[in-house]
């Protein structure tokens, strides 16, 4: 016999013995309050039986998104930390270059060579130095642009005054195909020419 009338037995079935010594319930009668309460937990686990599925069904989304956002930041600042390195070793090369034939492709070279994994025909290199000791502006050569290597002729790069490289490399943050924000990652790097 059920002890909540209209629910399942709740709580472990009482033995036989037990069974016969309790009075039958009669019509208006309520079972005793610890059974009362029992079948009350019984009911709430039914009721609430898909209750987690929901709420894991609306975290999930955002999850995934924060997730997706963690992965993609983590690729744009490894794409960073390549570029820095690969300018440094640029501006260090571009720095004991005077006197060579063609500097700037060979710096170049020597960007695209530190930065292995990032697509090099994207990687913009522009160099900036004193071509002259009476010079008052800075020359400047763009990977991008390409033309003639401004510190080409032997002794044109003038040393202890200051090389500059700058890499810049596209990225963009996308989330499912749509993209989020496009822009450059630059950095900078400056050595003393030797």
Known sequence: MPICRGVEPCGPQEDAAAERRRAPNRPGDRPPASRLAA???????ADERGQALVEFALVLPVLLIVIIGILQFGVVYNHYIQLTNAADAGARLFSIERGQSNPCTDVVSQVDAAA???KSSNVVVTLSA??????????TYSSAAGGSCPWSSPGVLVSGNPVTL??????SLSLFGLSIISSNLSVSA???AA
């Open 39 to 45: 079948c009350r937990g019984a009911r709430r686990g």
């Open 116 to 118: 292995a994994t990032l």
């Open 130 to 139: 004193v071509n002259s000791p009476t010079a008052t502006s800075p020359s």
């Open 166 to 171: 700058t890499a810049t490399y596209p990225f």
């Open 190 to 192: 400056t050595e003393n």
